[in-house]
């Protein structure tokens, strides 16, 4: 018995939910199967708080209506055990499955196993979809707990063990091949689909192995032709080979002929170059005293050169004292000339003072005067007062101008604004007649030519041709058009032959003139020719009675609102003849322009254009007039200023005057003494001058001493130039000597560096020999090398042309190389190797058909008993339905052992034939039961715990409903069978029970009972109670 929590969201109190175990004592008088399922433990996972379920160990029925919660013990089965969320169909993270709004939820499972349960917790977190896993309540691993359930032939993942709500309709689409394999795991023993794994394996092997060695006989047979060609070139080669080896001694023997030839003008080069040596040494000892002498002269050059640069440095530095006194002078005497300059600028700075004192006088006797003149003018009051007097009288004026200015502005942008929206409804207008144009130029071009030229050309008719309708006629153009003339009397105004409102009982509500406008001349001809005053437009009501109305009106032309009428009466039975037609859509006239509203348009384009005028006229005046007002104005405001103005110079010479007593008084303190300042500057110049002579004293003295020193100078150079005439003449001897001593080593040059060429070749000749002859630098020619250079040529002329003809005899023989030898020799060795190669595949290749023999027996024998004993059962649930199902072993090939596969072929109607079980053939309710029954049929078979079917009977009718039922129960409750959870939202009244089968009641409302308080005895005796109340 199993009580849940309640359940509840958002904090608040929503109901309960419950489980409820019936049937008795079920799980006290059964054993589990080991591995089945005990106890399911569910905490906030899907729909539950918290639920704890305890299955029975047979036929497990859980049954609720949808929502409840059924699916949910599913999936929590699944995910316990180590399931993906893939698996069962709903979602792809295992986060989702928490109950939302918690953080962790957690699924316990208690498994049967000897001599312990197995209990497997797993705590699923929404934080990263982690889980933590735990088995008897301590922590584990994934791996752990799927090697736990693997040991258990727990397969969640099969589609034969575990059906889930949302995988039903993927059984139906297994392949053969996917049903086999899932089959074998189900209820084959352990090793039958090992057995089946090897096989496939084995069979690829094998395969593999055919066509290696196919593949390797293929190339050990064109390897043995291939060296069959190999074999004529080998022997080709061989004889090539000796005349190669003859053209190698030769070759070797002709660099020692070389290097003796060398090593004989080597001595005879060494010979004269010993004497050359003899004779170059004896110039140079000739050469040694005129050597000497042209040192000692040098030596003697530089000495008076150095004395000579240091009485150049003394006189350089008495000529930079002398530079100095000279412009410590110059200074002096710019010392003495801006004495002098000061006193002439105090001179001139006294004289300007005394001119300035004259100059203030005068002016201030000058404005003394001009204020004298300024008395009579003190009361200026009553001109101003004049003057604001008429300014003010002015501003009155321009104001009603100002106001008149703006009344016309204003009314004249009204006007331009009402001109500027008539123009633009006229060209409005304008373009609707330009369309109406486009559309007869596109559908008449000729008409539309034929409009252009009438346009240009209307003064060459007396009378109005209105558009675009003209006689026929042919000009210049070559235009054919229609035109007509307007009747000469105007038939516009005619009047209909009844009023239309004898015809509104008809639904007439208007003639077809007063539908539409047109030019004078237009209307008159259509109601002459076409009489459109008489034809009156009716409604839907006209054309309901149009057989009433054609009999009682006499009318000779209807319009309705989508047909045209036409009455005449025939001329043998003088009968009315009625034509109908319908009205076509319209072409031409979609688009109208109003005339009148077009003619008043304009006039009041013309009203405008003239008040415009006669406004511009106004504002023109009230401009000029404000023009003359302005200039009053300003001649009033000049005479207002002036008239200031002399109040207010008065007020400025008075405040001048003052201002120039206080300069003229600062500038009689200011004055200077010139006689004091002279006398000053006499004592500094004095002062001066007696420093000058000072420094003219030195200055003296430093130029004697460099006179005396220029004068040894001249000594010096003197002696300098006879040293350099001396060491000349001796330079002149050693050139001359010189010269026959470069030539006598030109000549030892000469001699050595052919000596030096002669070795080099001697030593590259030798060690080029040596090297020919494959010799270390130390070795000699070893005997077999000098016996052999004794049979062939002694000089260089026969050696070349022996070897010539040597080589003449091996070039005959083209195309051969070392290659064909070594690739004779390679083929040769990978002959044999591929051969023992071939043979150890082949060996191989027999021992895997002999291991595939074994296995093959070990494994189809078995597999194709249990294929029987499966279609027996399938065979047996079918028929007991009064249907025809069959279960066999697909095999297409006996040696593509990853082919074989289990096929289903039901039928369910006695008038068709069997049919492969498909996604596509079957309805939802016949691949239902097709699979409720095979799954039946493996369930005595089954060597796994417990099977889970979720919602399998959904779709069937209630009549195979029933009897899947009925077997599911019979089946699922014997001894033998392992545990079964059948999930259903609904059963059919009177089923068959079982006392062995568990019912598990899922309750889902806000009036249940929350866990601690759910009592099944209290909840029996009460039922007992109220049912015996009830009889009474």
């Known amino acids: 018995m199993a009580v849940p929590e309640k359940r509840n969201q958002d904090g608040c109190h929503l109901g309960a939910s419950g489980i409820k175990e019936t049937a008795g004592n079920a799980k006290e008088c059964h054993r589990f199967v080991e591995g089945s399922i005990v106890r399911i433990f569910m905490e906030n996972f899907l729909t539950y708080d918290t639920c704890e379920v305890h299955p029975g160990p047979n036929l497990n029925l859980i049954v609720g209506a949808n929502g409840t919660g059924k699916s949910s013990i599913v999936c929590a089965i699944c995910l316990g055990l180590a399931g993906k969320p893939s698996f069962i169909g709903r979602a792809d993270k295992v986060g989702l499955f928490v109950k939302q709004g918690c953080l962790k939820g957690v699924v316990e499972i208690e498994l049967s196993k000897t001599p312990e349960n197995i209990i497997i917790t797993r705590e699923i977190h929404v934080v990263n979809n982690a889980s933590a896993w735990f088995i008897n309540r301590k922590p584990t691993t994934l791996k752990t707990v799927e090697e736990q359930i693997a040991a258990l032939n727990i397969q969640v993942d099969n589609l034969c063990q575990f059906l889930p709500q949302?995988?039903?309709?993927?059984?139906?689409?297994?392949?053969?091949?996917?049903?086999?394999?899932?089959?074998?795991?189900?209820?084959?023993?352990?090793e039958m689909y090992q057995f089946h794994c090897e096989l496939k394996n084995f069979r690829e092997k094998e395969r593999e192995l055919e066509n290696l060695c196919r593949d390797k006989a293929n190339s050990l047979e064109k390897m043995k032709q291939r060296v069959e060609r190999y074999k004529q070139d080998v022997e080709r080669y061989h004889e090539r080979k000796r005349h190669l080896d003859l053209i190698e001694m030769l070759e070797r023997k002709r660099p020692w002929v070389e290097y003796e030839n060398v090593r004989e003008q080597h001595e005879v080069v060494k010979?004269?170059?010993?004497?050359?040596?003899?004779?170059?040494?004896?110039?140079?000892?000739?050469?040694?005293p005129v050597t000497k002498k042209i040192q000692e002269t040098e030596e003697s050059f530089k000495s008076l050169d150095m004395k000579i640069r240091h009485k150049a440095a003394e006189i350089k530095d008495i000529s930079q004292k002398c530079k100095q006194k000279q412009d410590a002078l110059d200074v002096k005497d710019k010392q003495i000339e801006e004495i002098h300059q000061c006193l002439r600028m105090k001179k001139d700075e006294e004289m300007d003072r005394q001119k300035k004192i004259q100059n203030t006088h005068k002016m201030i006797e000058e404005w003394k005067n001009e204020l004298n003149t300024m008395a009579g003018c003190e009361n200026l009051q009553p001109q101003t007062d004049a003057i604001n007097n008429d300014l003010k009288k002015l501003q009155e004026e321009r104001a009603v101008i100002d106001s008149d200015i703006t009344d016309l502005t204003a009314d004249k942008m009204n006007q331009e604004r009402e001109k500027k929206r008539i123009i633009d409804r006229l060209a409005q207008l304008n373009n609707v007649m330009n369309m109406k144009e486009e559309n007869l130029k596109g559908k008449f071009k000729d008409t539309h030519s034929a409009l252009m030229w009438l346009r240009e050309n209307k003064d060459k008719f007396q009378k109005r041709v209105c558009e675009p309708m003209m006689l026929e006629m042919r000009d210049h153009q070559k235009l054919r058009v229609n035109a007509v003339c307007a009747p000469a009397e105007s038939c516009a105004e005619n009047l209909p032959s009844r009023p239309i409102e004898e015809l509104h009982r008809y639904g007439f509500f208007s003639y077809l003139r007063e539908l539409f406008d047109a030019p004078h001349p237009v209307m008159s001809y259509l109601c002459s020719q076409y009489r459109v005053h008489d034809v009156p437009v009716g409604t839907e009501k006209t054309r309901s009675m149009i057989d009433r109305v054609i009999q009682e009106t006499k009318l000779r032309q209807i319009y309705?609102?989508?047909?045209?009428?036409?009455?005449?009466?025939?001329?043998?039975?003088?009968?009315?003849?009625?034509?109908?037609?319908?009205?076509?859509?319209?072409?031409?006239?979609?688009?109208?322009?109003?005339?009148?509203?077009r003619r008043q348009?304009?006039?009041?384009?013309?009203?405008?254009?003239?008040?415009?005028?006669?406004?511009?006229?106004?504002?023109?005046?009230?401009?000029?007039?404000?023009?003359?007002?302005?200039?009053?104005?300003?001649?009033?405001?000049?005479?207002?200023?002036?008239i200031l103005e002399k109040g207010n110079r008065r007020r400025q010479l008075e405040s001048k005057i003052s201002v120039k007593y206080d300069s003229l008084r600062q500038l009689e303190q200011d004055a200077i003494d010139l006689e004091e300042q002279s006398k000053q500057a006499d004592v500094k110049v004095k002062e001066i001058n007696n420093q000058k002579a000072r420094l003219v004293t030195e200055l003296m003295q430093l130029i004697k001493n460099c006179v005396s020193l220029n004068i040894l100078k001249a000594d010096l150079i003197l002696q300098s130039t006879a040293v350099a005439a001396e060491k000349i003449r001796l330079e002149t001897e050693y050139k001359t000597a010189s010269g026959q001593l470069k030539a006598a080593e030109q000549r030892f040059r000469e001699v050595d560096d052919k000596k030096r060429v002669l070795v080099e070749n001697c030593k590259e000749l030798l060690k080029k020999a040596q090297q020919v002859c494959r010799l270390g630098v130390d070795e000699h020619l070893p005997k077999e090398f000098q016996t052999a250079f004794q049979a062939l040529p002694a000089t260089l002329e026969e050696i070349d042309a022996f070897l010539n003809e040597e080589k003449t005899r091996a070039s005959?023989?083209?195309?051969?190389?070392?290659?064909?030898?070594?690739?004779?020799?390679?083929q040769t060795q990978e002959i044999e190797q591929l051969t023992v190669y071939l043979e150890?595949?082949?060996?191989?290749?027999?021992?895997?058909?002999?291991?595939?023999?074994?296995?093959?027996?070990?494994?189809?024998?078995?597999?194709?008993?249990?294929?029987?004993?499966?279609?027996?059962?399938?065979?047996?649930?079918?028929?007991?339905?009064?249907?025809?199902?069959?279960?066999?072993?697909?095999?297409?090939?006996e040696e593509e052992y990853d082919k074989y596969g289990v096929r289903i072929r039901v039928k369910f109607h006695s008038s068709s034939e069997?049919?492969?079980?498909?996604?596509?053939?079957?309805?939802?309710?016949?691949?239902?039961?097709?699979?409720?029954?095979?799954?039946m049929a493996l369930q005595e078979l089954n060597r796994c715990p417990f099977r889970v079917v979720d919602e399998i009977n959904q779709g069937m009718d209630p009549i195979n409903e029933r009897r899947v039922f009925e077997m599911v129960v019979n089946t699922a409750c014997k001894e033998s069978t392992s545990q079964y959870f059948f999930i259903t939202p609904k059963l059919l009244q009177n089923l068959t029970y079982n006392d062995k089968m568990t019912v598990l009641f899922v309750y889902n409302g806000p009036?249940?009972?929350?866990?601690?308080?759910?009592?099944?005895?209290?909840?029996?005796?009460?039922?007992?109670?109220?049912?015996?109340?009830a009889q009474q």
């Open 560 to 597: 309705t609102a989508e047909e045209k009428y036409v009455v005449k009466i025939s001329a043998y039975t003088n009968l009315p003849l009625s034509t109908n037609t319908f009205v076509r859509a319209a072409q031409f006239l979609t688009s109208s322009v109003d005339t009148d509203e």
């Open 166 to 190: 949302d995988r039903v309709g993927e059984f139906a689409k297994l392949s053969k091949i996917e049903l086999l394999e899932a089959t074998e795991k189900s209820i084959g023993p352990p």
């Open 1007 to 1029: 009036f249940m009972l929350e866990s601690i308080k759910w009592n099944f005895k209290a909840f029996s005796r009460r039922r007992r109670r109220l049912g015996k109340i």
């Open 812 to 826: 005959c023989f083209t195309g051969l190389n070392a290659s064909v030898v070594e690739e004779y020799v390679k």
């Open 914 to 935: 069997l049919h492969e079980l498909t996604p596509y053939h079957q309805s939802g309710g016949e691949k239902s039961v097709s699979t409720i029954l095979y799954l």
């Open 271 to 288: 010979q004269i170059r010993e004497q050359a040596k003899e004779d170059l040494k004896n110039l140079k000892e000739q050469q040694s």
């Open 840 to 893: 150890e595949k082949k060996k191989e290749l027999d021992n895997y058909r002999q291991n595939i023999s074994q296995v093959k027996e070990r494994w189809l024998n078995p597999l194709k008993k249990l294929i029987e004993q499966i279609n027996e059962k399938f065979s047996n649930f079918f028929s007991a339905m009064q249907c025809v199902g069959e279960v066999d072993l697909h095999v297409e090939n």
């Open 601 to 642: 348009l304009e006039n009041q384009l013309q009203d405008i254009n003239n008040t415009l005028k006669t406004l511009d006229v106004r504002l023109t005046k009230s401009l000029e007039k404000q023009k003359h007002l302005e200039r009053k104005d300003n001649e009033l405001r000049q005479q207002k200023k002036e």
